[in-house]
């Protein structure tokens, strides 16, 4: 959970004539706990609330749960002179930016905007993978710049033709040093780095930044900066500009603040010149009797108008049961109507609430006819002297291409390892893996495994639940693995005929499936080709047995 560090003076001066004991009550109340010494207060804040890392959204969540403020208006947009030219960046394609004007920093300000920004960096920016944010001084970027319109590049160069100095230096080095000698450069220097290329921000010919790793010294924010220029890049259009939203709203709630816009052009490409800071509102409806039913009280639709309009949503009540609301830029945690019903909790105080009893429903759960039969044949498993062994649904991409089942199989777009990247289309993937590992064992290892398989079809993609078993020894056959599946079917009174079976799997001629004259195919059998066993790294012949437990079921239904 986040905890912002926030002077009591200057909370105070933010939220003025509140008591200390009202300021922590209506903090609770927003899902933030707090604690103190003699200086600070140490705020808990909820990971879905980022507007409210900085002291000026404290503020305005304050001011909208005691009535002070209520609702949520549009601040004005000034244009700039401001252009941003982005370039082809392919390991950090996305940014946005913005000036906010008359922001007047001071130490205590300037100590809560780098916290401010180092939060957004670690949550929503995931340690700037995803997102990162410059902040400088407007002044010093347009003395760069040399002219009325400020021109601002984001380029793509070569580490070692760069040089500038990094923030909290005067010394310029090339940014390949920046990278080694400095600690953002070693946390952070791999994440956009690509073939000795990486991202800049340029004005002037120099560098004010090197996102997401560091800033340049020139444009660097000090006590009396007036004017702040944000920029924002990341992997994430959407989240670029969401972030980008909540830094600007934050800062426009500073006294006298003015959001310019500024004119984003990329060059080589047909997309059309846009504007940030977007600030987009989300419209919804929020159902009065929904409400009331979630939280167990009789709402009216113009006390959750009121209680919304608290939360700094704009709302109305446009009808007896329904209200429409605006959602504001910088509340990126409402998806939904459920969201909204929160905040009427939060606003309404959750200890006035109450409590509705609702009888429990008459209807009794039951398991589903797969799961019982999994139950069945587990024990039918056990039973013929096999071993239950659990694997995971994802394995790795090296098996099921040993398996010749890439073309079928579902993979991960951004797996934490590349052995577990794909799911698995068939239950012989995890139960050679886990035969491949025990070559040592006494012999026969006999092992099954009930679990889920996805793979693609020309229906789209399919989920079904099987159940695998297999035998490995120093000699074994189709024989030995078709016994204790001819017996688990009959005794289960499933009827069922045998056909040859095509199967990258199995050794051709060596493999059968088994037919419900109902439903299909129930069942896949067979010795495992040697070719797999030989790219698996195998000493010994393995038989293979899959059965659908999906079909098995429907079979029995029927």
């Known amino acids: 959970m986040p905890v912002i560090r926030i002077k009591k003076t200057r909370?105070?001066?933010?939220?003025?004539?509140?008591?200390?004991?009202?300021?922590?009550?209506?903090?609770?109340?927003?899902?933030?706990?707090?604690?103190?010494?003699e200086k600070y207060y140490y705020i808990e804040v909820n990971p879905d609330r980022p507007d409210m890392y900085l002291g000026e959204g404290i503020a305005r969540a304050l001011k909208g749960f005691l009535g002070e403020e209520l609702g949520y208006k549009r601040p004005p947009l000034m244009e700039s002179n401001v252009v941003l030219k982005v370039s082809k960046v392919p390991t950090r394609p996305y940014v946005a930016a913005a000036v906010v004007n008359n922001v007047n920093v001071d130490e205590d300000f300037l100590e809560e905007l780098i916290q401010f920004q180092e939060k957004l960096h670690d949550s929503m920016g995931r340690k700037r993978r995803k997102i990162a944010i410059g902040l400088h001084d407007f002044d010093k970027l347009?003395?760069?710049?040399?002219?009325?319109?400020?021109?601002?590049?984001?380029v793509f160069l070569p580490v070692d033709n760069v040089v500038f100095a990094p923030l909290g230096s005067d010394a310029e080095?090339?940014?390949?040093?920046?990278?080694?000698?400095?600690?953002?450069?070693?946390?952070?220097?791999?994440?956009?780095?690509?073939?000795?290329?990486?991202?800049?921000?340029?004005?002037?010919?120099?560098?004010?930044?090197?996102?997401?790793?560091?800033?340049?010294?020139?444009?660097?924010?000090?006590?009396?900066?007036s004017h702040i220029f944000i920029d924002v890049t990341g992997t994430d259009p959407e989240l670029?500009?969401?972030?980008?939203?909540?830094?600007?709203?934050?800062?426009?709630?500073?006294?006298?603040?003015?959001?310019?816009?500024?004119?984003?052009?990329?060059?080589?490409?047909?997309?059309?010149?846009?504007?940030?800071?977007?600030?987009?509102?989300?419209?919804?409806?929020?159902?009065?009797?929904?409400?009331?039913?979630?939280?167990?009280?009789?709402?009216?639709?113009?006390?959750?108008?009121?209680?919304?309009?608290?939360?700094?949503?704009?709302?109305?009540?446009?009808?007896?049961?329904?209200?429409?609301?605006?959602?504001?830029?910088?509340?990126?945690?409402?998806?939904?109507?459920?969201?909204?019903?929160?905040?009427?909790?939060?606003?309404?105080?959750?200890?006035?609430?109450?409590?509705?009893y609702e009888p429990p429903p008459s209807l009794r759960g039951r398991l589903l006819p797969e799961v019982k039969l999994a139950r069945k044949i587990r024990l039918l498993a056990l039973g013929f002297g096999f071993t239950e062994v659990l694997q995971l649904i994802l394995t790795s991409p090296r098996v099921i291409e040993a398996l010749g089942l890439a073309n079928e199989a579902i993979r991960i777009e951004n797996p934490v390892q590349e052995e577990y990247s794909v799911l698995r289309p068939s239950i012989a993937a995890t139960l050679l893996q886990v035969l491949a590992a025990n070559q040592h064992a006494e012999k026969p290892v006999k092992i099954f495994e009930v679990g889920e398989v996805a793979f693609k079809s020309e229906d789209g993609i399919v989920e079904d639940l099987r159940m695998g078993i297999a035998i490995m020894d120093n000699s074994v056959s189709f024989e030995d693995v078709q016994a204790p599946v001819y017996a688990i079917l009959r005794i289960l009174g499933v009827d069922f005929k045998?056909?040859?079976?095509?199967?990258?799997?199995?050794?051709?001629?060596?493999?059968?499936?088994?037919?419900?004259?109902?439903?299909?195919?129930?069942?896949?059998?067979?010795?495992?080709?040697?070719?797999?066993?030989?790219?698996?790294?195998?000493?010994?012949?393995?038989?293979?047995?899959?059965?659908?437990?999906?079909?098995?079921?429907?079979?029995?239904?029927?």
């Open 11 to 37: 909370l105070h001066s933010l939220v003025e004539g509140v008591s200390e004991d009202e300021l922590k009550e209506a903090l609770f109340n927003l899902k933030a706990e707090v604690e103190e010494d």
């Open 142 to 154: 347009q003395r760069l710049a040399g002219g009325e319109t400020v021109e601002i590049e984001y």
């Open 173 to 225: 080095i090339k940014a390949s040093e920046v990278l080694t000698s400095t600690k953002q450069g070693r946390e952070y220097g791999e994440i956009s780095l690509r073939e000795g290329k990486h991202p800049f921000l340029m004005v002037g010919g120099k560098v004010i930044a090197m996102p997401p790793v560091i800033n340049a010294n020139y444009t660097a924010i000090e006590p009396g900066t």
């Open 240 to 356: 670029v500009s969401r972030v980008l939203d909540i830094i600007v709203s934050n800062l426009a709630e500073r006294p006298g603040a003015v959001i310019s816009t500024i004119t984003i052009m990329p060059e080589g490409s047909e997309e059309e010149a846009s504007r940030y800071p977007r600030l987009e509102t989300k419209s919804l409806e929020l159902s009065v009797a929904e409400a009331s039913r979630v939280l167990g009280v009789d709402l009216e639709s113009e006390e959750v108008e009121e209680l919304l309009l608290r939360a700094r949503h704009q709302a109305e009540a446009i009808s007896g049961d329904l209200v429409e609301v605006e959602v504001p830029p910088f509340r990126v945690d409402v998806l939904g109507p459920i969201d909204l019903i929160e905040d009427i909790a939060m606003m309404k105080g959750i200890s006035n609430l109450g409590f509705r």
């Open 498 to 558: 045998a056909e040859p079976l095509e199967s990258t799997i199995f050794l051709p001629g060596r493999a059968a499936k088994l037919v419900n004259p109902a439903v299909g195919d129930v069942a896949w059998l067979g010795d495992v080709n040697p070719g797999i066993l030989t790219k698996l790294g195998f000493k010994y012949p393995v038989a293979l047995a899959e059965i659908s437990l999906s079909k098995l079921a429907q079979a029995l239904e029927r």
